[in-house]
């Protein structure tokens, strides 16, 4: 079981640092989506500890609101990415300090 | 910890049948009467022609909103006086999914007032010549002969309303829930309208673009540092239910060390929602670059739900911890007041100045939350939640007011942001200029504004909790911030206007109203402050 928490946490935090030092927005999103993954993954290993069904409903709620948001974010990084032709977190920065 | 526990083969073994959960329609109507306005608005979307379908969308977006007002001020006279460890009035339902207790009802009503001012500046058609301050088709390249095609036939997109009433539930539900996975959604359904609309601006859509993707990619990111914390929290506790995790952490029922962790990971994601630092990165990209009616509704809605959800989460479920909790929160306000404010004077445009205005403000209302005061015998004394529940009215209302403002100011390219192009505005429209002035003068907490109330509210509030450093930290970072509100004043009444300074476009009907509302509004809630505080200082503690 323990095994299982080490491994959502190794995943959560290959996800976090992927966001960190990543350029290419689709790459973060899609380590965004690495971390829910863990986060589900966490969610399924407490919910046996405990032995109730808690954790594994909100799994599948996490895996819904997942599908919302890459429908939401790929519109915009679509959009973005037809008005410059490029994607990467780097060149949107027409906004600074 | 875990191979003590043994394993329940959770497939072969007979469960009951799940019992349907009670819903209380009544106590839910406010909720259930956005979340069919919005719905609604996604059919009309559907079947209405294009003629008058901006002008149904309005009136159903304003509709809903209006109703929920009106309910929420029933439910609120319904609500039952609950006696238990902490006195206070509601009651759960839907399983003990949604709690509708006295500060939850409360900020029902205030986010509905902010809908409804939002919902009447999204409907400006004045300012861009008969179009809205969206962009007609938001699929199409800005500068592409699309673009203009969809421009000369007044194309528009009339998803904001439904989308806007849709991040209006989320924050409804956002405050009121009771279980941290009704929070996670609530959350979600609160953001991803917001990071849409934050895309969708008329003018200077490369900008808004960019804010929709940098709203969204962190966003997103601490969204899931919440969850994250929320499934630690239920690893803890074996619930997601507040007042479960609550029974958890009194009993010390777990390990320390996932318990904190939980704290902890669930701080970030809604420290970044209300924009504190060190998670504020987002705020001055976002307000500056999003169409100007979506900053000003989501700067008083998000930071109203957004608060509420972590008072509820910090001091019902983790009060049991506050002194783990507390030290982190009292340094995380003292920063964020102190950056805010700093950094806005350094700003030249208005709409960033604003936007760090707000960073300043989230550490001043965390002040008062970090005071975790709950209110003594006598129960003279203003507690942390209704000093709060007070500010987040005042700065509402004056940030929509301001932003309103904002729309109005404008040039060939659009809105005139510049501080410079604000010269000479008090001369050549002494009104607005006057209602800005008033926005600023509450903002900075000058008496006889709603500001000074609010300000003194979580002062004392958190001098009641015992933080009196961070009481006196907070009243310097007032006099530093003041000096960037006052300094808007004395470059509209005292300045000299430039050549070809901006010309202030006359807005709907609607924009107008706002405008004097809010700016009523900021004033009355400074000279006559009475009735609200009652209602805020008889909202009672958070029920579970």
């Known amino acids: 079981m323990n095994e299982y928490l080490a491994l959502s946490m190794i995943l959560f935090t290959i996800g976090a640092v992927g966001v960190l030092v990543r350029r290419n927005a689709i790459i973060v999103f899609m380590c965004v989506e690495l971390m829910l993954n863990a986060t589900n993954l ?22 819904v609101v997942a599908a919302a948001e890459v429908v939401v974010g790929l519109a915009i990084i679509v959009s973005i990415h037809r008005a410059r032709r490029s994607v990467s977190v780097d060149d949107a920065h027409l906004l600074n300090l | 910890m875990s191979s003590l526990l043994p394993s329940v083969d959770l497939l072969s073994v007979d469960r009951p049948p799940i019992p349907a959960p009670e819903l209380d329609y009544l106590l839910l109507s406010p909720l259930l009467v956005v979340a069919a306005a919005a719905l609604i608005g996604v059919l009309v979307e559907a079947f209405c022609p294009r003629g008058p379908r901006f002008v149904v969308q309005t ?36 399983d003990g999914s949604v709690v509708i207790d006295g500060p939850g009802v409360i900020t029902w009503m205030m986010l509905a007032v902010f809908g409804l001012l939002g919902i009447a500046l999204f409907a400006d058609r004045k300012l861009e010549g008969g179009l809205s301050s969206f962009t007609g ?167 109203a739900a957004a608060f509420i959800a972590l008072m509820r989460v910090l001091f019902v479920s983790f009060g049991g ?37 707000s960073v300043a403000h989230a550490g001043f209302l965390l002040v008062g939350v970090s005071g975790a005061f709950g209110g003594n015998e006598g129960g003279n004394d203003i507690t942390s939640v209704s000093s709060v529940l007070f500010y987040l009215t005042v700065y509402g209302l004056a940030s929509i007011g301001a932003f309103a403002v904002v729309m109005l100011v404008r040039d060939a390219g659009g809105e005139a942001t510049h501080v410079s192009r604000w010269a000479g505005l008090g001369r050549d429209q002494p009104l607005l200029a006057g209602s800005f002035a008033i926005f600023m003068l509450s903002f900075a907490g000058i008496p006889l504004t709603g500001g000074f109330i609010g300000k003194w509210g979580v002062f004392a509030a958190a001098w009641s ?76 503690a958070f029920v579970r």
Request: charged share 10%.
């Open chain 2, 321 to 357: 911890v506050a002194w783990d909790w507390r030290p982190a929160l009292w340094v995380v306000a003292a920063i964020t007041m102190v950056v805010g404010s700093l950094i806005a004077i350094a700003q030249s445009d208005v709409k960033r100045m604003l936007a760090y205005s």
């Open chain 2, 137 to 303: 088709r938001a699929a199409d390249a800005p500068g592409s002969a699309d673009e203009a095609e969809a421009q000369r036939r007044g194309v528009e997109h009339t998803e904001v309303f439904p989308l806007a009433m849709f991040a209006l539930l989320g924050m409804m539900l956002f405050a009121t829930s009771n279980d941290l996975l009704t929070m996670f959604v609530a959350l979600e359904i609160l953001s991803l309208p917001l990071y849409l609309l934050c895309g969708l601006a008329r003018r200077r859509r490369l900008l808004s673009q960019e804010a929709a993707m940098k709203y969204f990619l962190l966003g997103a990111f601490s969204s899931v540092f919440f969850l994250y914390g929320a499934a630690l929290a239920y690893g803890y506790a074996g619930t997601f239910s507040l007042a479960g995790i609550e029974a958890a952490v009194v009993g010390r029922s777990g390990d320390d060390a996932l318990l904190l962790a939980a704290v902890a990971l669930m701080a970030v994601g809604l420290l970044f929602k209300i924009g504190a630092v060190p998670f504020h990165a987002w705020t001055p990209d976002v307000y500056q670059g999003a169409p100007t009616p979506v900053t000003a509704f989501m700067s008083a809605g998000t930071k």
């Open chain 2, 465 to 540: 909790g015992g933080y009196w450093p961070l009481v006196v930290i907070g009243v310097v970072t007032s006099a530093i911030a003041a000096f960037f509100y006052v300094r808007m004043i004395v470059v509209m009444f005292f300045t000299d206007a430039e050549e070809g300074g901006p010309t202030v476009a006359v807005g709907g009907v609607a924009t107008t109203v706002v405008i004097v509302l809010a700016a009523v509004g900021t004033v009355a809630l400074g000279v006559l402050p009475g009735p609200a505080l009652d209602l805020v200082q008889h909202a009672g």
């Open chain 2, 59 to 94: 009136a159903l977006a304003g509709v809903g909103a209006l109703a929920a007002l009106v309910l929420s001020v029933v439910v609120y006279t319904e609500l039952d006086v609950v006696e238990g460890a902490v006195r206070g009035i509601g009651e759960t339902t839907g």
């Open chain 1, 42 to 63: 966490a969610l399924v290993s407490f919910s046996r500890q405990h032995g109730n069904l808690d954790g594994q409903l909100a799994a599948f709620f996490v895996m």
